[in-house]
């Protein structure tokens, strides 16, 4: 197997630990009596993902630049933007990129009104950007009209696979190894070959839910979040090894 000196990841909330920096699940998973500080909180969950767990099992540094509720055109720009400036790019230094699709519904754009960039994730008003803001209405309304009128998943598949090519000739060309999971999608929407990885032939998402790999899954915890348990974070990590192997 290769040596490496560094992995950059870059996804969403599932790559990033999402849920393990949760006041009452960082409580029951450290046996603490006491809520831990938002740094203490942190710090566990850069600590505790696949991309942590995966530096373990290559013994080399790692960057996780998971985000939560990123979109995929968000994660795709945040890897243009790292390898384009970044200052690893040195024929010495072995990279190994991991990029993590999102789920497939999300966006990332620009609202005048608000002067930056925006998530959007959710299609009720009350959530959040919108929070029910009359200023936030039009963007509402858009994202909404998006969604029944134009998104076309197939269309959206094409553009993450077009994409995922592009981006790997392109890092490749930089001397940074690649490999690509996705967490939404069928079992027929992707295809797993040497720079992209499926779970015993799922996505990772179903993967983790077939599995009870999720923070739900653990009895003790009592909660409803979704995002992938420490057990399951381990076992992303060890598959993701033994692709490289």
């Given at each position: ?5 560094l992995?950059?990841?870059i996804?969403?909330s ?12 960082h ?24 991309i942590a767990?995966l ?7 790692y ?5 939560s509720?990123?979109?995929n ?15 690893h ?9 991991v ?9 990332h ?10 998530k ?15 200023e ?31 981006y ?6 930089k ?24 779970f ?6 179903a993967f983790i839910e077939?599995?009870?790999l999720?923070?739900c ?23 993701i090894y033994?692709?490289l192997?």
């Amino acid at each position: 197997m290769k040596k490496y000196d560094l992995i950059i990841g870059i996804g969403c909330s599932f790559m990033e630990g999402g849920g393990l920096d949760n006041t009452e699940i960082h409580k029951l998973l450290n046996g603490l009596d006491e809520i831990a500080s938002k740094e203490v909180r942190e710090k566990f969950k850069y600590e505790n993902n696949f991309i942590a767990y995966l530096s373990k099992l290559l013994n080399c540094n790692y960057i996780n630049f998971g985000e939560s509720m990123a979109s995929n055109d968000l994660i795709f720009r945040k890897i243009y933007d790292y390898f384009r400036f970044s200052n690893h790019m040195d024929e010495n230094v072995n990279i190994l990129f991991v990029g993590q699709l999102s789920m497939f519904q999300r966006m990332h754009i620009y609202y005048d009104y608000a002067k930056r960039f925006t998530k959007l994730n959710r299609v009720e008003f009350t959530d959040p950007p919108f929070y029910g803001s009359s200023e936030f209405k039009p963007l509402y309304d858009f994202y909404k009209n998006y969604l029944s009128f134009i998104y076309n998943e197939n269309d959206i598949v094409y553009n993450l696979e077009r994409n995922m090519d592009l981006y790997t000739n392109y890092l490749e060309n930089k001397n940074v190894d690649c490999i690509w999971l996705s967490y939404d999608g069928t079992t027929q929407q992707f295809v797993d070959s040497n720079n992209f990885i499926k779970f015993n032939g799922d996505n990772l998402g179903a993967f983790i839910e077939k599995n009870k790999l999720r923070l739900c899954d653990v009895n003790e915890l009592n909660t409803g979040d979704l995002h992938i348990s420490i057990k399951g974070h381990k076992i992303v990590a060890e598959k993701i090894y033994k692709k490289l192997l």
